[in-house]
């Protein structure tokens, strides 16, 4: 799921961790407030959502930073969970003409893009969907929250 962008498998994973509610309330209770998961990439892309569920799922940014420190810290998960995350993260192949591709040849990064649709910004141009940057200092929202 993190390494291929599947919305599939991550519905799948959301279900077996018990659902948006637990995964969230986990997620406050490391200390990151600045983050909502509270629907399935099926609830806000399946069929005759619309456009407005895709607003329900935000994060700050400093939220992701939060997280990803947590992550190298090690300090959330069982180490083989921990590791397993890192490895994946660094063998992820969504991102070649993403960040990964604008960094020196060899670089190592650990990274999972969003690879969304972009169906939720039909009224934005393409080249505004894909490198219009999102201020920081508001929740990263669709259409920003993925190139």
Known sequence: MVAKSDNIACDVLI?????????????HGLGVK??????????????GTGF?????????????????DI???GTALSKPSNDFLMNTMLATTTGAKR???LLPAGTR?????????????????????ESSPCPTDR?????????
Not at 17 to 26: E, L, Q, R, S, W
Not at 109 to 127: D, E, S, W
């Open 71 to 73: 992550l190298h810290k």
């Open 15 to 27: 279900r077996k961790a018990g659902g948006c509610k637990v995964i969230n309330d986990f997620i």
């Open 109 to 129: 990064l650990r990274i999972k893009q969003a690879q969304a649709i972009p169906k939720a910004a039909p009224h934005l141009p393409p080249t505004t969907q």
């Open 99 to 101: 960040l990964p591709g």
């Open 34 to 47: 600045n983050i909502e998961i509270v629907l399935t990439e099926e609830e806000m892309n399946g069929p």
């Open 139 to 147: 929740p990263l929202r669709s259409p920003c929250s993925y190139p």
């Open 52 to 68: 407005e569920p895709q607003f329900r799922n935000w994060a700050n940014v400093s939220a992701y930073s939060q997280l990803l």
